[in-house]
């Protein structure tokens, strides 16, 4: 008899530094891809602004900049995503 699988990637969480201050502002959609999140917010952040983000996932956190790259969909369900800087 097998068991079934385990998966080991748990969602990731992006919380907005202020102040390194942690907010727990965004709905994260999916996976980290490569350099680009996309996640649902309240708040409408600037196309081209710069927001200090740590994300954590699996047990790992890091504290990285990230640029608001586009706003995508409707008004009531806009995306945001947000491009990791290296």
């Known amino acids: 008899m097998t068991s079934p ?3 080991n990637d748990s969602a990731p969480r992006v919380l907005v530094l202020d102040a390194d201050k942690p907010h ?14 996309r996640v ?16 954590e996932q699996d047990g ?11 706003h995508v969909g409707p008004a009531d369900s806009r995306i945001t995503e947000l491009e990791i800087e290296p």
Do not use: K, M, Q, W
């Open 5 to 7: 699988a385990v998966a």
């Open 24 to 37: 727990d502002v965004f709905d994260v959609l999916g996976n980290i891809e490569a350099t680009v999140v």
């Open 60 to 70: 790992v956190t890091r504290d990285v900049r990230a640029t608001v790259r586009a």
């Open 40 to 55: 649902r917010s309240p708040f409408l952040f600037e196309i081209g602004e710069a927001l200090s983000i740590r994300i």
